[in-house]
């Protein structure tokens, strides 16, 4: 049985398929860019949303809950839910045995979760597709989301810094969080993940 939040592909997911179950999606360190306050970043978030959603096939109820979304000004908690909902319903309906359930993150905010098994990720794809995987998305990455985030890191950052100057690392004094994000990301690529100064601070998912 797998876990996943959909809908987080702007997150950089990665995922993988046994012959037994869908492997758990998890969001690779590669930052996401930091939080947006105007309602101007909102919009850009939502169109973009919505082109995709249009060009992948999303349901009728998907593009719905956009467009309220856009009107409101954010996607609710109960709208993800409805979205993640729906796709346990149309996994359900394929045969397979899906659940619903909710995960809080390190800084948390609650991710309205989904598991299921299967032997291939071809009807999974496509159920989440249809009917979360860009209201999710909006969801994960809408300022107020990332704004939550930014707070917890900035509560953290000492011990984020000193771990990236143990690593040669220059840093300025005035580093935003979206910088340190950056510059934690790179650092895990660069040695293809045996260092990971997010991690030092309880970070997995950014």
Avoid: K
Wanted: proline share 4%; net charge negative.
């Amino acid at each position: 049985m797998t876990s996943r939040a959909g809908g987080v592909a702007s997150l950089s997911v990665a995922c993988a398929v046994t012959t037994i179950a869908l492997v758990g999606c998890t969001t690779s360190p590669e930052a996401t860019p930091h939080a947006e306050s105007s309602d101007e970043g909102f919009a850009a978030i939502v169109e973009s949303a919505v082109r995709d959603a249009v060009d992948s096939g999303a349901s009728p109820a998907q593009l719905a809950l956009l467009e309220d979304a856009r009107e409101a000004g954010e996607v609710t908690y109960e709208a993800a839910a409805r979205a993640r909902d729906a796709t346990v319903a149309c996994l359900t309906e394929l045969g397979l045995d899906a659940r619903a359930e909710d995960h809080e993150n390190e800084w948390g905010y609650v991710l309205p979760f989904w598991s299921v098994a299967a032997d291939s990720s071809a009807p999974v794809d496509t159920c989440e597709n249809q009917e979360s995987m860009w209201i999710s998305q909006v969801y994960q990455t809408q300022p107020a989301a990332l704004s939550a985030r930014d707070v917890w890191i900035q509560e953290r950052s000492p011990q984020l810094r000193a771990c990236l100057s143990e690593q040669g690392v220059d840093l300025d004094p005035d580093t935003t969080v979206a910088e340190l994000l950056s510059a934690t990301s790179d650092l895990w690529n660069e040695t293809e993940g045996s260092i990971d100064c997010a991690g030092e601070i309880g970070l997995h998912s950014y």
